[in-house]
C-alpha cells in the first residue's frame, strides 16, 4: 500500500476546518438546550457560551487568515454524533426532573470534544511556528475549560434535583 505523505500543516488546516463546522452547529444548539433547561441558572450558562463561541467562530477565522486560508468548514461527525446525544436528551427526558442533569452531561461532552480538539490545534501551532494562531487558540481553550468548570458546579444541583424529585 503506498503512502503519501501529508505533513503537519496540512493537518492543522484539516482539523481547523473540523472544530470551524464544530463551533458552528454548537452555535445553531445552544439557544435549543437554554430553551430546554429548567433551572435559571443552566439557561444562562448556555445563553452566556452562545456568546463566548460566536468569538471563538471569529477567532477561528483569524487563524485561517494567519494560515493564509479562507474559513472552511468540513463536516464533523463526532460532534453531530454528540449534539444527537444532546438532542435525544432534550426529547427522552423533556418532562423528568434529570432533564438539567442530563443537559449539564450532554454539554460537558461537547466541552470535553471541544478541549481536546483547542488542545492539539494550540500544540500543532506551536508546532508550526504560528506564535498568533497559539494564542487565539489558548484563549479560546481556556474559555471551553472555564465553561466545563462552570457546568460541573452547575451539574451537582442538578444531580441533586433529580434524586430529589424522583424519590
Not at 78 to 95: F, H, N, R, S, W
Not at 110 to 120: N, Q, S
Not at 136 to 148: I, M, R, S, Y
Amino acid at each position: 500500500m503506498a503512502t503519501t505523505s501529508k505533513p503537519l500543516d496540512e493537518l492543522f488546516h484539516d482539523m481547523l476546518k473540523d472544530v470551524y463546522y464544530a463551533e458552528r452547529q454548537i452555535l445553531k444548539a445552544l439557544p435549543k438546550m437554554a430553551k430546554a433547561a429548567k433551572s435559571p441558572e443552566l439557561k444562562k450558562a448556555f445563553e452566556t457560551h452562545r456568546t463566548e463561541t460566536e468569538g471563538q467562530v471569529e477567532r477561528l477565522s483569524e487563524v485561517f487568515e494567519i494560515i493564509g486560508k479562507a474559513p472552511r468548514a468540513k463536516t464533523c461527525d463526532a460532534i453531530l454524533g454528540i449534539l444527537e446525544e444532546g438532542k435525544a436528551v432534550m426529547e427522552d427526558y423533556a418532562d423528568s426532573p434529570a432533564l438539567d442533569a442530563g443537559l449539564v452531561a450532554s454539554a460537558q461532552a461537547v466541552e470535553h470534544y471541544e478541549m481536546a480538539r483547542y488542545g492539539t490545534l494550540k500544540a500543532w501551532a506551536q508546532q508550526l511556528g504560528h506564535k498568533d494562531a497559539v494564542t487565539l487558540l489558548a484563549a479560546t481553550l481556556a474559555e471551553e475549560t472555564k465553561t466545563d468548570e462552570a457546568l460541573t458546579q452547575l451539574g451537582g444541583p442538578a444531580n441533586l434535583a433529580a434524586v430529589a424529585k424522583a424519590a
